[in-house]
Nanobody
Framework: VQLQASGGGLVQAGGSLTLSCAAS????????LGWFRQAPGKEREFVAT????????YYAEHVKGRFTISRDNAKNTVYLRMNSLKPEDTAVYYC????????????????????WGQGTLVTVSS
């Protein structure tokens, strides 16, 4: 199983980026897909998760209203649209997949996500 994240880069505060994560090696039909991030010197934290149906999404409080997670099941790909970026959004962003679909705490507890991509760096300058 491989998860290939892309789309990171350097952007000014207030700008936007869209991250993509393509899964290969198996289909993730029936699985939720998520994004986490890790800033320098900090623990990896939950950002957003989208359940298999795509109709239920979860967001961390600090990104609600600014970030949007979406998925294309035909392409086995998950996206993270990030608007109104802030310097504190600077981090390595990781896509991740849990064991199947998720519910409740399982949708944002990183210990429930065994599959991880390599990460893509997002740097927001002030």
């Amino acid at each position: 199983v491989q998860l290939q994240a892309s789309g990171g880069g350097l952007v000014q505060a207030g700008g936007s980026l869209t991250l993509s994560c393509a899964a290969s090696g198996r289909t993730f039909s029936g699985y939720a897909l998520g994004w986490f991030r890790q800033a320098p010197g900090k623990e990896r934290e939950f950002v957003a998760t989208i359940r298999w149906s795509g109709g239920i999404k979860y967001y961390a409080e600090h990104v609600k209203g600014r970030f949007t997670i979406s998925r294309d099941n035909a392409k086995n790909t998950v996206y993270l649209r990030m608007n109104s970026l802030k310097p504190e959004d600077t981090a390595v962003y990781y896509c991740a997949v849990p064991n199947g679909d998720c519910s409740g705490n399982g949708c944002f507890d990183r210990s429930r996500f065994p599959y991880w991509g390599q990460g893509t760096l997002v740097t927001v300058s002030s």
